[in-house]
């Protein structure tokens, strides 16, 4: 088992990935093909059951991708039950301190790391006995730094062994710290979680929804960024047709 979007990340490059979180593993099929590195299903603000969510990683990984989801929260059993239906990577919201960091490692990686259970059966599809050898190596963990608290203990959050990326929540972030999103104090913030990713050798990523909104980060030397969303593409697109026949 390789997790290509990972490995690309640790040589130096960037992945560039898409948000589904509409529910629907239709949806994840028809996007799993296309050329981005990964498929993050979004199971905190997604509509998202557990059926459905082992048909899109499903759908992800027979498309030659690699499904990565976002946890409702900081629980061990929510991680462990999403890595255990074949998530290759897991992005934990609102870590504010080294506690939640480690909590987040115990419940992503086997022991001797972490203390996640064994019985992965749902990830059959990636060969069982390979996944079992790798699981440690391969899954990726990003934790998103998106409030104050978690900003101020950046340095310390992402110095924690077993986290391998920082996923920002740059929208979270303004509204903890009181901040217009875009405006100067905002843009430095993030550009100083950046820094902390380069200073502690791991990987900075960002949530954005657009290739426009996307770019100066990745200018900026983040590599972990989804570009786009599937809620959101359905809207432009539907309100680029109306504008072609002029009726916006």
Request: charged content about 20%; hydrophobic content about 40%.
């Amino acid at each position: 088992m390789i997790n290509t979007a990972k490995e690309r990340m640790l040589n130096g490059k960037q992945a560039l990935g898409i948000e589904v979180g509409l529910g629907s593993a239709f949806a994840a099929e028809l996007l799993a093909p296309l050329n981005y590195d990964y498929v993050l299903v979004d199971n905190q603000h997604g509509k998202w059951d557990e059926t459905d969510t082992f048909n899109a990683f499903r759908s992800i990984a027979l498309g030659s991708n690699i499904p990565i989801a976002r946890v409702q929260q900081n629980d061990f059993g929510a991680i462990g039950r999403l890595l255990d239906i074949g998530a290759l990577g897991i992005v934990v919201p609102m870590v504010n301190n080294v506690k939640q960091a480690q909590d987040a490692v115990k419940a992503t990686r086997y022991p001797p790391i972490g203390s996640r259970s064994g019985g992965a059966f749902g990830v059959n599809y990636h060969g069982y006995e390979d996944y079992m050898a790798s699981a440690n190596d391969e899954i990726l963990l990003a934790i998103q730094i998106e409030t104050a608290e978690g900003f101020e203990n950046r340095e310390a959050i992402m110095s924690t062994e077993g986290i391998d990326a920082c996923w920002i929540g740059p929208h979270d972030l303004a509204f903890s710290m009181s901040l217009t999103f875009g405006e100067k104090a905002h843009t430095e913030a993030i550009s100083s979680i950046i820094e902390t990713c380069k200073k502690t050798n791991k990987i900075s990523g960002i949530s954005t929804g657009s290739p426009e909104v996307a770019q100066p980060w990745l200018d900026k030397g983040c590599q972990f960024v989804t570009v786009a969303g599937d809620a959101g593409l359905l809207v432009s697109a539907a309100e680029e047709n109306l504008r072609k026949l002029g009726r916006m």
